[in-house]
């Protein structure tokens, strides 16, 4: 009853393409917001922020990244955790060795040279297509770590190859504390996700679908792989070299280069699935799950009284992950997201069934 | 020359074990459409399960047939509880179902049997062979490899002949076809996934007796998607063909550009071979020539 369009009549053009077009998502999309920048600050202690909030910001900015790939270009990558180590990795070299670069400026710029890595080994997508991209893809994963490794120069011949990030500040604003680690991971990744929701409504998001629907198809009317598949690459790296940055700046604070390995790509692709391909909100549903996950493992298990050796628990924590994928892949190929949407639509005729 | 030779054949036997994963593979692949990330999953759970087997005291022959009761059933439960319920959906549902499998497989076996490297010693000789007036040498375990490997396809060859063995080329050709003439999909596909689970007990057995059977095989599987790609989604030669590419070039690779590069390229080499040749040629060496219709 609370929820419903009808009656709700709208009279310009404007509100027809408005992002929330009824008051009520409004509202809540508000009320999100305030507990996110508000309420969160207010409560949460540095545990949460650390363990929980700041890797959930950051992964999901890469998921979403992924997101737009896999989910809306149907380009199926391997490839993240690779992209986000070009994001990490070029993010502290501005920072080390441009004295004064404007936090945001750095961050800009760690995404532009992953999205042109990243365009990069997009080109096989032209030619080659489903799962032998997807394992073209894995050819960047393992070749960029080794490259972070190899070349000595992108990490100041650092003897233990640990890349340390230098003091944050952002226009006169020294980020140190979590709370305030956590706000500015919050104020990159609202920008970013507002971003991408715009692109995805307008012309770039309905070519990739095109794309991806049909490529075929898509090219007949006019739409140019080329140019869709190769934007699509760059903008999905700009994000998940964003996110990179921001992992290693805001959350790890120091990190070894090769560290952005396979794991952290099927960790984000686990993600998008888990969350719903092809949906911006599915990205954050799937990163928050992901990450949980192994949290709840860890945490209830002793809770009820049963005493886990931790190898047990990894294991455990392994097999009830690949349960879960099975599981929600069978129940819900369209992940968490489609479940949101069935919740409203649920909600707009209760109490009745229909 | 003789060190090049050395070099090569080291390769092309580290190629041998490549295509021992990548066969299981392209069998799943080409009777189901289903890309199966757990091939290496799978080697590792037969090899964890052989080597439990045989460390209970269990003789070897008796291991080894409960450990292919094991690969069957596990086929058996794999169709019944996550193919089955994924009839008609996307190829890509169906990959990423199968990493699902993969993790599992990969705890599971574990949580079994331990995390340890366990050795595994199954009586094949491992001394060294010289050729060439003791020029080159070769380790006659990689011998006996290629000689299992080359069973494997014989008998994989033999097999594609028989009544059951035309039923799988039939689903491969066409799902629709072949169950409207009365083949049992569901059959089918639990008899491919058992061939699948017997290849990967041999890989498991092959790779275990070599490095020890331990989780990094499941990492080291993944070499196989460069070979799958090189060889062709659908070709059992072009996966043993692809394999021997594979091996031979990251060798060579490694040992004659390495060098240029500080060494340790073998980790990224077959990709980017893979990548290299797929720009040239999309399908792969022997994959079907894909034609599309909107």
Redesign the interface.
């Known amino acids: 009853m609370l929820y419903r369009e009808s009656g709700q009549y709208k009279t310009t053009y404007g509100a027809d393409q408005a992002i929330f077009t009824i008051p009520q998502d409004r509202v809540f999309f508000a009320l999100l917001m305030l507990v996110a920048f508000v309420g969160i600050p207010l409560v949460a202690t540095n545990y949460v922020y650390t363990a929980l909030l700041i890797p959930f910001l950051c992964l999901s900015l890469a998921a979403l990244g992924l997101n737009i790939l896999t989910g809306y270009c149907g380009q199926?990558s391997l490839g993240t955790g690779a992209f986000m180590g070009v994001g990490a990795v070029a993010a502290w070299n501005l920072a080390t060795r441009v004295p004064d670069l404007n936090l945001v400026v750095i961050f800009i710029l760690a995404g532009l040279v992953t999205a042109a890595v990243g365009m990069f080994f997009g080109l096989?997508s032209l030619?080659?297509k489903?799962?032998?991209l997807?394992?073209?893809t894995?050819?960047a994963q393992?070749?960029l770590p080794?490259l972070f490794?190899?070349w000595g120069w992108l990490t100041n011949h650092a003897a233990s190859g640990v890349i340390t990030v230098p003091p944050l500040t952002l226009l006169g604003w020294s980020i140190d504390t979590p709370m305030e680690k956590y706000l500015f991971a919050l104020g990159v990744v609202a920008i970013l996700a507002l971003g991408a929701k715009n692109m995805i409504r307008s012309n770039p998001g309905r070519q990739w679908m095109a794309i991806r629907d049909?490529d075929?198809?898509a090219e007949?009317i006019g739409i140019r792989p080329v140019v869709a598949k190769l934007t699509a690459f760059a903008v999905s790296s700009f994000y998940i070299g964003v996110a990179g940055a921001l992992y290693l700046f805001v959350y790890l604070g120091s990190a070894e280069p090769d560290g952005f390995g396979?794991n952290l790509s099927?960790q984000a692709?686990?993600m998008i699935?888990i969350g719903g391909?092809g949906s911006i909100l599915g990205s954050f549903l799937g990163a928050f799950f992901i990450l949980l996950l192994p949290i709840f493992l860890t945490r209830v298990p002793p809770m009820l009284g049963f005493d886990l050796s931790t190898?047990?628990v990894s294991?455990?924590?392994?097999?009830?992950?690949?349960?879960?994928?099975?599981f929600f892949?069978?129940v819900e190929?369209h992940g968490l997201a489609r479940l949101w949407q069935i919740t409203k639509e649920k909600l707009r005729v209760w109490p009745f069934p229909y | 020359m003789a060190f090049f030779l050395e070099v090569l054949i080291g390769g092309l036997m580290a190629g041998v074990m490549y295509s021992l994963v990548a066969l299981g593979f392209v069998l799943i692949f080409k009777a189901s459409g289903v890309?199966n990330f757990a091939q290496g999953a799978m080697v590792l759970f037969a090899g964890l399960f052989f080597v439990g087997f045989t460390e209970l005291g269990v003789p070897m022959w008796l291991a080894l047939l409960l450990t292919v009761g094991v690969m069957v059933l596990l086929a058996g439960v794999i169709e019944r509880?996550?193919l089955r319920?994924?009839v008609n959906?996307e190829?890509?549902?169906l990959?990423?179902?199968t990493?699902?499998?993969?993790?599992?497989?990969?705890?599971?076996g574990?949580?079994i049997w331990?995390?340890n490297v366990r050795q595994l010693d199954i009586g094949i000789p491992t001394d060294p062979i010289f050729l060439m007036d003791g020029e080159i040498l070769i380790q006659s375990f990689d011998l006996w490899a290629a000689l299992v490997a080359g069973t494997l396809l014989a008998a994989l060859v033999v097999f594609q002949k028989t009544r059951t063995g035309r039923a799988l080329r039939a689903v491969a050709d066409d799902h629709q076809a072949a169950q409207s003439v009365g083949i049992p999909l569901n059959v089918i596909w639990i008899i491919v996934w058992a061939i699948a689970g017997l290849v990967a007990l041999v890989a498991g057995v092959m790779w275990g007796s070599k490095l020890g059977v331990q989780p990094a095989i499941v990492?080291l599987a993944?070499k196989a998607?460069?070979v799958?790609?090189l060889g062709g989604?659908t070709s059992i030669p072009g996966a043993i063909l692809g394999g021997l590419i594979i091996g031979a070039g990251e060798k060579l690779a490694e040992v004659y550009i390495g060098p240029l590069?500080?060494g340790?390229?073998e980790?990224?080499f077959a990709?980017?071979l893979?990548?290299g040749f797929?720009?040239i040629r999309?399908q792969?060496l022997f994959g079907e020539k894909l034609i599309?219709?909107?």
């Open positions: 199926l096989p030619r080659i489903g799962f032998y997807a394992v073209a894995l050819a393992f070749f080794w490794v190899k049909m075929i198809a007949i396979i099927f692709l686990f699935i391909l190898a047990l294991h455990l924590e392994f097999m009830v992950f690949g349960a879960l994928i099975v892949l069978i190929p | 890309f509880l996550v319920h994924l959906q190829g890509i549902i990959f990423m179902a990493i699902g499998v993969s993790f599992f497989l990969d705890g599971f574990q949580l331990g995390s990492s993944l998607l460069p799958l790609i989604f590069f500080g340790g390229i980790n990224w990709y980017v893979a990548l797929l720009l999309p792969g599309e219709r909107v």
